[in-house]
């Protein structure tokens, strides 16, 4: 019987050979091959592959003394030459003045064909001629006044609407953000320090724990367990009589004993290395309370590397 013949495809002839000795054996062999060019334009974005005529005896018939396929031939020779030939002659093509002139004219098809889908403004005609510089305007033969002419870097067309849009925003590279403008430091009032005067802190208990005895230290202030109206009374009277003035405390939900209270002072103690979201929540809370908010009070602020965080809270600031 007649052998069999099919086609196959690859990148190269040599890989055509391989794919062929492995499927069909080294009775099968290689009749006719032709290199394939697919896509592109003019050269530019081109992809070639072989195609080849094979032809496998049919099995029932007897063995025959044939040219089998070798794994690597010593030498280009037959399809492999001509195939080899046709690379060097397409090279020889590609180093000729003529064909980068058609990659222009090829790339500046590619060119049309992004503004025909609105990918890119349209190329400018070569009868328009361009400004010489940028900002000059052209004024035609004839005319007696200029014409504005947009400048080549500020190209723009006109949406919907009629507002201006500016076709390459798209690949122009991002600017870089400003940067943000440094926080107002408001310059942090007095504490309360008359006769009687109570200077109370707020915030989480141990924040407010920690910094209490400090602060009462730094500011001459008598700390006292005051927890509502009547007990901050009679602790204010005391105080009058010694002649000093009073420090209390108090937890930032504790909404009740920072009212009954009463004080002529409040400063919301905040952990600089705390998250800004939770000191602005207890913020927002403490301002609710209708007391004098003298500021805030900042702790840990060596500890961590943004400590001017405190500052963003709209309030003057102290650090402990």
């Known amino acids: 019987m007649p052998p069999i013949r099919s086609q196959r495809s690859g990148a190269t002839l040599d890989e055509v050979r391989a794919a062929v000795l492995a499927e069909f054996g080294p009775g099968a062999r ?5 290199r394939v060019t697919t896509g592109g334009v003019a050269g ?29 031939p010593a030498k280009r020779i037959g399809i492999a030459a001509l195939l080899a030939d046709a690379e060097a002659a ?44 940028p900002g000059l305007q052209v004024v035609p033969s004839g005319a007696t006044s200029p014409e504005p002419v947009a400048s080549p870097t500020s190209v723009a067309s006109v949406g ?35 006769d009687g005067d109570l200077v109370l802190l707020v915030g989480r208990a141990a924040d407010v724990d920690a910094a209490a005895g400090v602060f009462a230290t730094r500011h001459g202030l008598r700390a ?35 009212a009954s209270l009463a004080p002529d002072q ?4 905040v952990d600089a290395g705390r998250k800004h979201e939770d000191a602005v929540r207890m913020l927002a809370a ?7 908010l003298a500021g805030v009070l900042a702790i840990g602020a060596e500890e961590t590397a943004t400590p001017d965080t405190v500052h963003l809270l709209g309030l003057p600031v102290r650090t402990l």
């Open 224 to 258: 006292t367990a005051a927890s509502d109206r009547r007990s901050g009374i009679l602790a204010r009277a005391d105080a009058v009589r010694d002649g000093v003035a009073l420090l209390a405390v108090a937890a930032w939900t504790d909404v009740a004993t920072t």
């Open 160 to 194: 919907p609407g009629g507002t201006e849009t500016d076709p390459w925003a798209d690949m122009r590279p991002e600017r870089p953000a400003p940067p943000a403008p440094a926080p107002v430091r408001t310059p942090a009032p007095a504490v309360c320090s008359a």
């Open 90 to 133: 397409e090279a020889r093509i590609a180093d000729t003045d003529g064909t980068a002139t058609t990659r222009a004219d090829a790339f500046a098809s590619v060119l049309d064909g992004f503004a025909a889908d609105g990918l890119a403004p349209p190329r400018r005609t070569a009868g328009l001629p361009a400004p010489a510089e």
């Open 30 to 34: 290689i009749v006719a091959a032709e």
């Open 266 to 269: 409040v400063w919301v103690v």
């Open 44 to 72: 530019l974005f081109r992809k070639a592959h072989v195609e080849a005529t094979i032809e496998v005896p049919d099995p029932l018939d007897p063995p025959t003394a044939r040219v089998a396929i070798a794994a690597s």
């Open 286 to 292: 403490v301002a609710e309370t209708p007391v004098p």
